[in-house]
């Protein structure tokens, strides 16, 4: 299709490859001084129009950095414009009066010095870019448009510059803001920068993102599925206006292995398991495929049947979303939690909530004492000579699979987990944990996560039963000398106890903790996923027995 013609800088109508977002009307209220509220995606409100226009110095209670971040993004401004878009034509005023203020605050090198304190404003800059080019369809005075314009243009030269490029979801985010702007606006007037920008950024990056296996470096599936989704996008950009044959001949390829992994690594009933930073929730493109798989560059192993999901996570490419999940084991059966990871809740690290979820207290794992309850990060800037990784994977001709991580720090601990899965329900774990001299305590803590709607009951002195609705939905039989502690939605400490199936939501579950003691220790522990879960070990097959005590 032939460009449409810019008015003040600004495209008239936009392309088709260009999605608008729908608002939600309980995301906006109208107020009583024709001032309009709209709810941004961390639950804070702005209040756009009036003789303020926007607040761009306000304050908030709730998720600050990110409420910050996404009012700089101009993210109020966008929702108001689908307001207007949407039908309220009598809310064009206050959008007007919102423009007015955004345009004063950010016009100009005090504007764009305002970018670099930002918290994510790479992400920031992408939304930004997006909401200006919407603008065009909206706003008709040319004084105002010219102002935009003006903010546009800062904010893609921003994008530009190399120095403010990051290697991850959030760059990839505003190259294909850079892709909109060349469609929307740089063809039109004889330019390619943008264009050239974002394909060798998007081409490179996504080399990187992805590995021969075509699993993610964000080290979660949620965000696995995030990028993908982004990637759907630049396709579909191409699709409709053919701006680079890149695109189909390095992108499209890569893409098609990491939309295998994505399969690979979803839940039997097709949605997003609560792997690490990721809420549980069913992608927009893709279907199940279920059968077991490895991606050992990534640090995940999975056994994976019609009925029966289990992940195992050792070692990472990148520290990007990564969680102090190494070790951690996860199992559902028929789309529904047994073993769970906690998810991600919000993104402040100072709610206690967020911190126990990204730290070992949620995610079933095996750590030294020293170290529970850290987060990834901190424990890494302290001990930047830890390793981790998967050390194998093995499908047998009936399905079965072991696979084993490992993790170590040398002088301090060195803890194996292997995990064998068999008849589509025994899940044998066993953990040795060598711990070495300038460990503070010789201590190891093994912790166990129940799905959210189960419930715990000790059934012998070293098992337990976890039971859905009253009926038994898995067991766990534990071998070997521990202190064993039990727990569910503890709101003081380490906030013990708590997992996150949706952003913003959490919910309590119960958890087994297990403290054993020596420089030397081994677990074992026997968890069986059946339909009717074995409630003795006096119920197990002699085969599942001579496995556990191998």
């Known amino acids: 299709m032939s460009p449409a013609p810019l008015q003040q800088g600004l495209p008239t109508q936009l392309p088709p490859s260009f999605e608008k977002r729908v608002i939600r009307d309980s995301d906006w209220a109208a107020e009583e001084d024709d001032t309009l509220r709209v709810r941004l995606v961390t639950g804070a409100e702005v209040r756009i129009g009036g003789t303020s226009g926007i607040d761009f110095t306000q304050e908030f209670s709730n998720q600050k950095g990110s409420s910050t971040m996404w009012l700089h993004a101009l993210e109020p401004l966008r929702r108001a414009g689908e307001v207007v878009r949407q039908g309220h034509s009598e809310h064009l005023t206050a959008l007007l009066q919102g423009w007015e203020a955004a345009v004063a605050h950010l016009s100009g090198p005090q504007g764009t010095a305002r970018l670099a304190g930002l918290p994510s404003m790479d992400h920031a800059a992408a939304t930004r870019i997006r909401t200006c080019l919407e603008a065009g369809e909206l706003v008709e005075d040319a004084t105002l448009r010219q102002g935009i314009r003006g903010v546009a243009d800062e904010t893609v030269a921003w994008v530009l510059d190399d120095a403010n490029y990051r290697p991850n979801n959030h760059g990839l985010m505003s190259s294909i803001a850079l892709l909109h702007w060349h469609v929307s606006v740089e063809r039109i007037e004889g330019g390619s920068r943008a264009l050239d920008t974002a394909l060798a950024r998007i081409v490179d990056l996504a080399g990187m993102s992805f590995d021969e296996r075509g699993m993610c470096n964000e080290n979660t599936i949620g965000y696995h599925n995030f990028n993908l989704h982004c990637y759907r996008e630049i396709l579909r950009v191409q699709d409709a206006e053919q701006i680079s044959s890149t695109i189909d001949q390095q992108l499209r390829p890569i893409l098609d292995r990491a939309q295998e992994a994505l399969e690979l690594a979803m839940l039997q009933d097709g949605t997003i398991p609560t792997l690490g930073d990721s809420g549980k929730y069913r992608p927009a493109v893709g279907r199940s495929r279920n059968r077991s798989s490895a991606f050992p560059e990534s640090g995940l192993g999975l056994y994976k049947s019609e009925r029966l999901y289990v992940s195992l996570v050792g070692g990472a490419r990148t520290e990007i979303h990564k969680h102090a999940d190494d070790t951690a084991l996860t199992a559902h059966r028929d789309g529904a939690a047994l073993l769970v990871d906690a998810g991600s809740y919000l993104y402040d690290r100072t709610d206690p909530f967020r911190r126990a979820m990204e730290s070992t207290l949620g995610h079933c794992v095996i750590v030294p004492q020293d170290h529970d309850g850290q987060l990834r990060q901190q424990f890494i800037r302290e001990h930047p000579q830890y390793e981790a990784g998967l050390l194998h ?58 799905g959210p709607d189960l419930h715990l009951h000790q059934i012998a002195a070293d098992s337990w039963e976890a039971s859905r609705d009253g009926a038994p939905a898995v067991s766990l039989h534990f071998v070997g000398s521990a202190e064993t502690e039990t727990y569910r939605g503890e709101e003081f400490g380490q906030h013990r106890g708590w997992a996150s199936e949706a952003y913003a939501a959490k919910h309590p579950v119960s958890g087994i903790d297990r403290l054993g003691m020596g420089s030397v220790q081994v677990h074992r522990t026997l968890i069986d996923a059946a339909d009717s879960p074995a409630l003795s070990l006096a119920e197990v097959p002699a085969a599942v027995l001579e496995d556990l005590y191998a």
């Open 393 to 450: 994977h093995d499908v047998s001709a009936d399905g079965a699979c072991r696979m084993a991580v490992e993790i170590r720090l040398p002088e301090r601990f060195h803890i194996t987990r292997s995990v064998s899965v068999s008849e589509d329900r025994w899940i044998v774990v066993k953990d040795e944990v060598r711990l070495h001299p300038l460990t503070e305590s010789a201590a190891a803590r093994q912790r166990w996560l129940l």
